[in-house]
């Protein structure tokens, strides 16, 4: 059964920060995984998805990567700003579903 | 292109009572999901449709929850009778195929408070 960690559970970080969250998983044998954002009481918005075949993807500040052999996956978010707070989850896609880590609350401060 | 629409987005009901849960997919998503998020952890699928048919509800609670997505689009899902563990966030999710490339695009979610 697949199992997802995300590590740290919350992080508090000044503005301007270059930070990154961690998601690690125990079945490499993955469609893809996904960075989602999700904002207190709203459904979740897709940030970035990585293919199985692909090492990272980046979209604006953001910068995924994945080592599927390794079972890790990073999310890099460039020169944080306070809009940038909310949860990150991060999801990878097996063979019959979407599996969930439990996301890191990001709070970044003015 | 309209999102995934769910409503209500907010119940609260009382134990032993019994509530439904609607959503609206983007057009022409043949594929619909149903999510329970408690709070502090990530999302769980509850039961995958693929059109009118259900293609996984192993880990739906069949008890107590039941689920329908009436002529391949809109579906409904209902628990009766609810208990306290049942609060929690359900989101509704869709996708052009059951296909792993195919992205799923999630709803806004309805928020239950059982007390």
């Known amino acids: 059964k697949q199992e997802v960690t995300q590590i740290p559970a919350a992080l508090s970080v000044p503005e301007g920060e270059n930070l990154v969250l961690n998601c690690s998983f125990t079945d490499s044998a993955i469609y893809n995984l996904q960075w989602f954002r999700q904002d207190p009481g709203k459904g979740l918005t897709s940030l970035l998805l990585?293919?199985?075949?692909?090492r990272e993807q980046t979209s604006g500040r953001l910068n995924a990567s994945l080592d599927k052999s390794s079972g890790r996956s990073t999310l890099y978010i460039a020169a944080s700003q306070p809009g940038d707070s909310a949860t990150y989850l991060c999801?990878?896609?097996?063979?019959?579903?979407?599996?969930f880590g439990s996301g890191t609350q990001l709070t970044v401060l003015p | 292109e309209a999102g995934v629409a769910q409503s209500p987005r907010y119940k609260i009901i009382e134990k032993r009572q019994s509530v439904a849960f609607w959503c609206n997919p983007i057009?022409?998503?043949?594929?619909l999901y149903w999510y329970q998020q408690i709070l502090g952890q990530g999302p769980k699928l509850l039961i995958q449709?693929?059109?009118?048919?259900?293609?996984?509800d192993s880990q739906l609670p069949k008890d107590r929850f039941s689920a329908e997505r009436l002529k391949g689009v809109d579906s409904t899902l209902k628990i009766q009778p609810a208990k306290l563990e049942d609060s929690a966030v359900y989101l509704c999710a869709s996708s052009q195929g059951l296909a792993e490339g195919y992205e799923q695009y999630f709803g806004p979610g309805t928020r239950l408070t059982v007390t």
């Open positions: 990585i293919q199985s075949s692909q």
């Open positions: 057009s022409g998503h043949a594929t």
């Open positions: 999801a990878v896609r097996g063979a019959r579903q979407l599996t």
């Open positions: 449709f693929q059109n009118n048919g259900v293609v996984d």
